[in-house]
């Protein structure tokens, strides 16, 4: 299991600098190296696995090598996670589905009864019916510029303009911004060290920060004792922030489409906060992982 060789992005990916044997995997997962040894050279698997306390999905590859007349193995390991998984194509397929429903549902009454209006206008007693009709037109056509501005909220994320943050500080503001809707909560903020930093664009990190401190107030409103915890650190350089609550959780059959623009569960919710933040991670070249159980959901930011 001893490692001749190991390049800067593995260190990097694993966050091991000092990686020189595949027991050393078993601080990342305690599978991970008996998955690892047990791929067949020539063959390759996808592992589903953590990295930096993460959740991951990993691409591995083996071959084997003659290296001065001895044999050795290359493993090849390659991080999908920030990748389009199958499961996400086939959500944006389902995207499309509602939006050309949406759609359809507002164009097809609404140019059925402009043309029944063009029919009545050499009507001279259709004076109220016309009104109606036109009122109900403006109605719904104002309905489907709503739905279409909401949509082009999603495609508006402006370029960020990274300054140093003291997280800390941007985890109390939104905290105090939001006290009404955290009233009766147990809230714990816990940053190490506390001087922590991160370089990022601050409206566009506190709107992350808002729509993931606003969904688990959301998740914890109607259960006894509720709490939040905020929290964030380094981890092989790079910063991770962390906010938990104790809620039921995500159902696990909806938990793969929270990412999935106007996809909600709540009854109120326009369903494009999350997919708004990814994109904004994304801007960063950082990443959003939500996890969620029984006992509660953890969203991350990973920096």
Known sequence: ???????????RLTGLPALRHLDQLAELDPQLPTLMQGIAPGSQQLLQTRLRDVPAELRVSVSEIRISGETERLYSIENL?????????????????????EIMNTLTPVT???QTTVTML????????IREAVTTIARRSEGLMNFVSRYRELLKIPQPEPEAVRVIDALNSVTTLMANELRGVRLDIDVVPVSLEVYADRQLLDQVLINLVRNAADAIRDIDSPEMRLSAKLDFGRVIIRIRDNGRGIPEETVDQIFVP??????TGSGIGLSLSRQIMTAHRGEIVVESGAGGTTASLLF
């Open 122 to 129: 050499d009507e001279t007693e259709a004076t109220d019916d």
């Open 81 to 101: 996670s920030g990748e389009l998984t199958a499961r996400e194509s086939s959500a944006w397929r389902n995207l499309i589905r509602v939006l050309t429903h």
């Open 1 to 11: 299991g001893s490692l001749s060789l190991v390049n800067n992005p593995a260190r």
């Open 262 to 267: 106007f996809f909600t569960t709540k009854r």
């Open 112 to 114: 059925s009864l402009a």
